[in-house]
């Protein structure tokens, strides 16, 4: 059977919730898990009938502890680990526990509030909603740093290519590994800096968003460490979001691969550094404040487990 993923290659709207849950001990999740699953396909179908123009779609992420929990099948998809920190000499990718993510994106944020109310009306009575980050999109797809935020992504047939498992896991074909960390930014900080200087701090252009030729570019800008070659890509959907008034605007990192050693070693570039303490200079004006990895299966997958 031709695997069936969820929406994990849907280009970037203008709306995004972002949810994760965690399973309350000692309670008996297993039914609301599959009316959960159940509900995953119906709001997607029901999203392509109803709002095909404001391209509306939920992703579900399964942690692997939440996995074993659930009982579901073994062995588990081949890279389903428990994220580990990864800790440079002065940053740190912390690792923070998640059993459900929640991907749920539209161009109306009335479709994302529907979807995201009947998802937590299944989940509210057996988790604990520890994130719900309300991602906008910024003028041109722009990160709250103010620099276009997602160029260099796969395109076309290169987003499957990247993002979705393919014969080397023969049982979870179809997959995704999803990897995701809430960053907060010193935006004080960052402000303090010119433009030319914040711009060898990414490695591109400002305004017009044009990659510094290489005998130019930074070794320690954002996107010379995070490029790890052109074998090795994942697709991204980060979003701004935050609150002003408590200085805690951010980036929520979101990312598909076939491939969870992809974003390992794109994490231990920028964090470690290339050589050693030579890390991201991004991360001296943004934490990270979660890093979980989850499984995001099928929707055939989802379809046996909803019973
Ligand atoms: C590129 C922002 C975290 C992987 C970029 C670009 C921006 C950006 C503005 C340049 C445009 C583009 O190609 O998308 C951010 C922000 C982050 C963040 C604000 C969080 C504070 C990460 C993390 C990873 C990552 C954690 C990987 C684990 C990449 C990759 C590229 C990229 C692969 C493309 C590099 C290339 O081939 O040129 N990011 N990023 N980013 N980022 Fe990030």
Redesign the pocket.
Known sequence: MTPDPQNVTDYTNNNTIFMVWNFKENIAVGDAFARLCKMIINLNNSANVRFPVSRASCVMGIGRGAWLRLGLPQPLPKELIDFEPIAGNKHT?VATKGDIHLHIRADDTSICYDMAAALTDILAPVADGIEEIYGFRYWDS????G???????PQGVDRELFAIVGDEDEAYKGGSYL?V?K?I?DLQAWKNLSTEAQERV???SKAD?I?MADDVKPTNS??AL???GDDL??V?D?MPFGKMSTNQM??Y?I?YASTFTT?QK??TN?FVGVPEGNYDR??D??T?KTGTLFFVPTFDMLDEFSG
């Open positions: 990718a722009r990160s709250i740093l620099f276009v935020d997602g160029t260099e992504n990897f960390q960053y930014h990414i490695g591109r968003d990659e954002h996107i995070a490029n790890v890509k994942i991204r980060n951010g980036t990192f990312a974003v794109m994490l920028m991004i991360l004006f943004s990270a």
